[in-house]
């Protein structure tokens, strides 16, 4: 009985009119729980480099954290969470390059979200711009 107390609200619901005739006076109580349930939500897909979706992978990935704040307590976590969905081998060639320096440095080399956010604007975003440039002077020529 008392985790029910500790984990809800008791609020005084008056009655309605037809029933205030019986009894002016008469209240219920209606219990309200306190805990939030999580929205269901999916992780993002595995990061791959394709030029079509490398705002949608991060955006995906701010969502995710946001929503789920509760499960990331620092930057760190946030990053190490994101790089888990590095799998294709043009991707995996960089995190590998990171995790080099952190073993010859005994520090992973981004420490913070926003510094992450840039470092990962800068090595994928760029790429896929001239991707996409050369991709529309190809079709161009054909």
């Not at 009119?17 to 999580?38: K, M, V, Y």
């Not at 620092?74 to 991707?91: E, G």
Request: proline residues 4%; glycine residues 2%; charged residues 15%.
């Amino acid at each position: 009985m008392q985790a029910l107390i500790s984990n809800s609200i008791s609020v005084s619901i008056g009655i309605s009119p037809l029933s205030r005739l019986q009894s002016s006076t008469e209240t219920s109580t209606t219990t309200i729980p306190l805990h939030h349930s999580q929205p269901n939500i999916s992780p993002p897909m595995d990061f791959t480099r394709d030029c079509q979706f490398d705002q949608t992978f991060l955006s995906a990935c701010c969502l995710y954290i946001q929503l789920c704040i509760d499960q990331f307590l620092c930057d760190q976590n946030k990053i190490l969470w994101m790089l888990s969905f590095f799998r294709s081998s043009r991707v995996t060639k960089w995190l590998e390059g990171l995790f080099r320096e952190e073993s010859s440095t005994k520090s992973f080399p981004i420490i913070f979200w926003l510094d992450f956010e840039q470092v990962f604007k800068n090595q994928f975003f760029l790429v896929n711009t001239a991707t996409k440039v050369m991709n529309k002077l190809e079709g161009v020529s054909y």
